[in-house]
T-cell receptor, first 115, second 112 residues
Framework: NAGVTQTPKFRVLKTGQSMTLLCAQDMNHEYMYWYRQDPGMGLRLIHYSVGEGTTAKGEVPDGYNVSRLKKQNFLLGLESAAPSQTSVYFC??????????????FGPGTRLTVL | GENVEQHPSTLSVQEGDSAVIKCTYSDSASNYFPWYKQELGKGPQLIIDIRSNVGEKKDQRIAVTLNKTAKHFSLHITETQPEDSAVYFCAASLGGNEKLTFGTGTRLTIIP
């Protein structure tokens, strides 16, 4: 049981390039989330999903897109990266049938630098 | 929307002493308050949480207290150890699958 995994761990992009971050969970969780973490600002929600095939905007969605084609995977895309998107990105998941809907389990993070 | 403020931003404590981190929230409808610990280079990990129908919860050396009237909750760590050094985040939500709003974090350093 690996929990929540994220790939890649590190990435450097040039302004205007695109990339996709992959999050995978093996806990059969319904809900999945993408956060960004910046110094002094805590974790801010980018997008989230309450089930396979669903997505919704969080607090800071601009410049990002997501997809949840499979229950276990949640992809975060940057179509045209900007330096303001330099951050550490965390994926989280929560809620399996019979369990708590509240507790979120986080992945190890992806450190993204946009030059 | 919900706003969570966390203090202090940094805290240094002598090993063996107690540490207290405080958070306030703005939405009186919030009813779920978790605390996360983040070690260097890792993702946040839930250490304790409390719901609005409970005033205090304890798990070994850590405890959380909640004052719904004043809209604040606190994390208490007793008998601190070097492995307690980390960044701690509080959060609040309406419960269920509702979104978590995080505080800005407290960097706790335990001085040997």
């Amino acid at each position: 049981n690996a929990g929540v995994t994220q790939t890649p761990k590190f990435r450097v992009l040039k302004t205007g390039q695109s990339m996709t971050l992959l999050c995978a969970q093996d806990m059969n969780h319904e809900y999945m989330y993408w956060y960004r973490q910046d110094p002094g600002m805590g974790l801010r929600l980018i997008h989230y999903s309450v089930g396979e095939g669903t997505t919704a905007k969080g607090e800071v969605p601009d410049g990002y897109n997501v997809s949840r084609l499979k229950k276990q995977n949640f992809l975060l895309g940057l179509e045209s990266a900007a330096p303001s998107q330099t951050s550490v990105y965390f994926c989280a998941s929560s809620y399996a049938a019979g369990g708590s809907t509240d507790t979120q389990y986080f992945g190890p993070g992806t450190r993204l630098t946009v030059l | 929307g919900e706003n969570v403020e966390q203090h202090p931003s940094t805290l240094s404590v002598q090993e063996g002493d107690s540490a207290v981190i405080k958070c306030t929230y703005s939405d009186s409808a919030s009813n779920y308050f978790p605390w996360y610990k983040q070690e260097l280079g890792k993702g946040p990990q839930l250490i304790i949480d409390i719901r609005s129908n409970v005033g205090e919860k304890k798990d070994q050396r850590i405890a959380v207290t909640l004052n719904k009237t004043a809209k604040h909750f606190s994390l208490h760590i007793t008998e601190t150890q070097p492995e307690d050094s980390a960044v701690y985040f509080c959060a609040a939500s309406l419960g269920g699958n509702e979104k978590l709003t995080f505080g800005t974090g407290t960097r706790l350093t335990i001085i040997p």
